[in-house]
């Protein structure tokens, strides 16, 4: 599961971009600084982390990474004050494209089109997710996939598909979808240094099997796009699987008599729960209840398009085509809703303009998701972590501010 990029040192080449970096944003700051020096940049509102929101503090930055942190006075002068408030840069662990591009695109520049137009709204850290294909195709993807991995631009990709209960495909489609056989998890498990998840309903034949296998080599089974009743959920958290692939989507729903899925999900301590807010997916008074309920454990995902950060039109989602009207993506000529076509930091600014707290919504979108897939250096404001900054102001507006100690543009 090593992610070589993220893991300890810096990337080669780090140090020019830290050098170059801080000095670009907030305005006209001269930096004469070297490769070595740190960078100073306070605020009246730092993130402190966990669920206890912002005090006025200061981050010192060096080669691309989080050298020191405090609160209160800066032990030297700022080089740069940030006006609002200052917190991690967003972690999007459910993502299949955005900027018109996917991450099934065959082209490189798609692939590094769907990266930008998530970063430049904040995100960054990002897991690119691939819809239900045949494992040729699967590897395939994946070998595009691998050099933006070992490069730190992705943080690993999540298979969503094929192993999906055919009754709740949702957009994908039906003839792809298989049952996960040892051979065919073996195949996914050779790809292990990449696949950081792995979606999977677990009333397949061969499913709580998988789970287990893919458990213990360190990979996240997520139970999602599933007929699971109760009992066979909880038996597949009992056999490991320790996310909720976009919770309430794609599974019965929770009804008083028998609960489902969503119940053994829900009130597991050991399960982390994906979240859409779109406005869309999910009711966003249901979101911010669940964020209540479980705010070390609620996961903000987008379940993003390619028509995220693009206008409506036409557009494809794993060969299927899809219509994207009044922002919502539907399966062309059906009600079947195909991804969502947001941005992260549009679910955090959702959820604020319905009324729900800025802090644990944007702990569900950074901290949260970063502990769910066990990504390291990402998701706090920590000595050691990547130099990843956002502004945000009280109404849940999100800007970039740094990725890896490099400015980032807005837009
Ligand atoms: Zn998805």
């Not at 458990?215 to 007929?227: D, F, R, Y």
């Not at 070390?296 to 206008?311: K, N, S």
């Not at 897939?373 to 706090?380: D, F, I, K, M």
Request: proline share 8%.
């Amino acid at each position: 599961m090593a992610e070589p990029s993220d893991g300890g040192a810096p990337m080669a080449g780090a140090e020019e971009r830290s050098a170059s970096g801080p000095a670009g944003i907030g305005g006209p700051i001269e930096r004469a600084a070297g490769p070595d020096q740190s960078w100073l940049i306070a605020s009246p509102g730092l993130w402190e982390g966990g669920q206890s929101g912002f005090r006025a503090g200061w981050v010192e930055l060096a080669q691309g990474r989080i050298k020191a942190v405090g609160f209160g006075p800066s032990p030297r002068p700022a080089d740069q004050t940030v006006d609002g408030l200052v917190a991690p840069g967003l972690v999007d662990v459910h993502c299949h494209g955005g900027g018109g591009a996917s991450f099934t695109d065959p082209d490189p520049d798609q692939l590094a089109t769907a990266i930008a137009v998530h970063r430049r709204a904040g995100t960054t850290t990002l897991v690119a997710s691939l819809v239900s294909a045949s494992l040729e195709q699967i590897e395939a993807q994946l070998d595009r996939l691998r050099p933006l991995v070992e490069a730190g631009e992705l943080a690993g990709v999540h298979l969503e598909g094929p192993w999906l209960a055919p009754g709740k495909r949702g957009a994908h489609d039906p003839e792809l979808l298989s049952w996960p056989t040892p051979a065919a998890v073996d195949r996914v498990l050779a790809q292990s240094d990449i696949v950081r998840m792995v979606t999977i309903a677990p009333e397949l034949p061969g499913a709580l099997a998988a789970v287990e296998r893919l458990s213990e080599a360190g990979l996240v089974a997520a139970i999602g796009h599933t007929e699971a009743d109760l009992a066979t959920a909880t038996a597949a958290i009992a056999a490991g699987a320790r996310g909720a692939t976009h919770l309430f989507n794609a599974m019965p729903p929770l009804s008083h008599r028998a609960p489902g899925p969503v119940l053994a999900l829900w009130r597991d301590r050991r399960v982390f729960c994906e979240l859409i807010a779109d406005g869309h997916h999910l009711d966003l008074d249901l979101v911010g209840f669940v964020l209540a309920q479980i705010p070390d454990r609620a996961v903000l995902i987008t379940d993003a398009m390619a028509a995220a950060g693009m206008g409506d039109g036409h557009y494809q989602l794993g060969g299927l085509p899809v219509e994207v009207a009044e922002g919502v993506a539907r399966l062309a000529g059906q009600s079947t809703i195909a991804g969502s076509t947001i941005r992260l930091s549009q679910a955090v600014a959702n959820l604020v303009a319905a009324g729900q707290p800025l802090v644990p919504t944007l702990a569900a979108a950074s901290a949260g998701p970063a502990d769910y897939l066990g990504l390291p250096g990402v998701g706090r404001l920590v000595p050691g972590a990547w130099a990843d900054l956002v502004e945000v102001d009280p109404s849940g507006r999100v800007k970039p501010l740094l990725r890896r100690g490099r400015p980032a543009a807005a837009g």
